[in-house]
């Protein structure tokens, strides 16, 4: 069955700061698609990035980047030179391209930068 | 529309009354998702709607919880005979065709049971 694991429940880190999330996955398909989502104060979960398990090239969006390893079965996602508005709940998800399955969540990281 | 739209945004019932939340998904979108996120927890799945396929209702917590989505578009998530343990945000979220694209959330209806 497949699973999400992010084991940090919460980081505080000072603004300016380099913040790593971790994530780590479970599912016996060999093609599945892992996807990051945020979710600010306000409650609305805002999308950040959906990857492909073929796909293992790492990723840069502005402040943020993602690093995708199959090997140890990882996709943690690091925020450069953290601000405050980065303060939330961060979400690591999957679903297997098999069948109809739906797309698992793991319980979330509580980020809070702190000014 | 241009987003998932639930409604109400807030409801407050007493314990043991029925209620109903309504999902209206992105227009298209062939896939739609039932959340519970009780306070400061993960998102715990519910239901989970595919085109026209059997929904996976694997994550439903007991009998009193059920969900239907009629001509694939609008979904209303029923829980019957509410208790205290039901109070969470129910959010809904749709994708455009299944597993494999990004899922687009409602803002959830907060329950409070009392």
């Known amino acids: 069955a497949q699973k999400v694991t992010q084991a940090q429940t919460e980081i505080s880190v000072v603004e300016k700061e380099d913040v790593t999330l971790d994530c780590v996955y479970e599912?016996?398909?060999?093609?599945?698609?892992l996807f990051w989502y945020k979710q600010p104060p306000s409650g609305e979960l805002v999308f950040l990035i959906r990857r492909n398990s073929f796909d293992e090239q790492n990723e840069i969006s502005g402040r943020y980047s993602w690093n995708f390893q199959k090997s140890t079965s990882s996709f943690n996602f690091t925020i450069t030179a953290s601000q405050v508005v980065d303060s939330a709940v961060y979400f690591c998800?999957?679903?297997?391209?098999?069948?109809?399955?739906?797309?698992?969540f793991g319980k979330g990281t509580r980020l809070s930068v702190i000014a | 529309g241009a987003g998932v739209s639930q409604s109400p945004s807030n409801k407050v019932t007493e314990k043991g009354k029925d209620v109903e939340l309504r999902c209206d998904p992105i227009?298209?979108?062939?896939?739609l998702y039932w959340y519970r996120q009780r306070l400061g927890q993960g998102l715990e799945f519910l239901i989970y709607f595919q085109g026209n396929s059997a929904p996976d209702k694997s994550g439903l917590p007991s009998d009193r919880f059920s969900a239907e989505r009629t001509g694939g578009s609008v979904s209303t998530l029923t829980i019957q005979r509410t208790q205290q343990e039901d109070s969470a945000v129910y959010l809904c979220?749709?994708?455009?065709?299944?597993?494999?694209?990004?899922?687009?959330f409602g803002q959830g209806t907060r329950l409070t049971v009392v």
């Open positions: 227009s298209g979108h062939t896939a």
């Open positions: 599912t016996r398909d060999t093609t599945y698609y």
């Open positions: 979220a749709s994708s455009l065709d299944g597993l494999n694209t990004e899922a687009f």
């Open positions: 998800a999957l679903s297997e391209a098999r069948g109809n399955t739906p797309l698992v």
